[in-house]
């Protein structure tokens, strides 16, 4: 069991993980009751979460310039924490994209893409409360691996998508504002991946 002190950062990659699944969440909510009229607002909502993420984030690297010793290596715990960080500021610009566009309809890929985002923060958020516990846990693995099956998925989605805004007779403008958008979401999932490969070098290193 991680000591009193340690728990520190990782609640605070909890807490981080919780970020990006509530913005995750307004995101999927949005596009599915998809309301061009709602983004300004939709986007005020999506950075306020974003800033609070960054908050945890200066707050977690301002408790480690103070610390003798941590937990981990303090390049993983660097290195988790930007990632986690990551994970919000892609959600966010898959908002920025579709609000700076302007586009008239969500398709259904981005939304598929997007539940995948939604599952991949969920199974991060439950490997970080199991991640005190990483020399001995039997759970942690699992959560892993779901989140790179999770993020093979999208990648499969993110292929499907781009190949129909080239095969389906789109204009210009729409091809141009749908890469972005399934770029951002592909990132999405990247950033989920990241994380879950930090964990598991740590348990590696401490195995």
Not at 3 to 24: I, L, P, T
Not at 48 to 60: F, G, P, S, V, Y
Not at 125 to 139: C, I
Not at 172 to 182: C, E, G, P
């Amino acid at each position: 069991m991680a000591k009193k002190g340690d728990r520190y950062y990782f609640d605070n990659f909890v807490a981080c993980v919780e970020c990006s699944q509530r913005a995750a969440t307004l995101l999927g909510e949005t596009l599915k009751n998809y309301s061009k009229e709602d983004m300004g607002k939709k986007r005020e909502q999506i950075h306020e979460i974003e800033h609070e993420a960054d908050r945890k984030k200066h707050e977690l690297m301002n408790m480690l310039n103070k610390a003798f010793i941590t937990p981990i290596e303090r390049e993983d715990i660097v290195s988790l924490a930007q990632n986690l960080d990551d994970i919000t500021d892609t959600i966010e610009d898959v908002f920025l994209r579709i609000y700076i566009c302007n586009v008239d309809a969500i398709k259904e890929n981005a939304i598929a893409m997007t539940d995948l985002v939604i599952s991949a923060c969920e199974a991060l958020k439950v490997a970080m409360e199991e991640f005190p516990e990483f020399r001995k846990s039997t759970k942690l693995k699992e959560y892993l691996i779901r989140i790179n099956d999770l993020e093979e998925k999208g990648d499969e989605l993110y292929i499907e998508g781009m190949r129909a805004l080239h095969t389906d007779g789109e204009d210009a403008l729409t091809v141009i504002a749908w890469r972005d958008i399934y770029s951002y979401l592909e990132r999405c999932m990247d950033a989920c991946e990241h994380a879950a490969d930090i964990v598991e070098a740590v348990i590696m290193k401490n195995s």
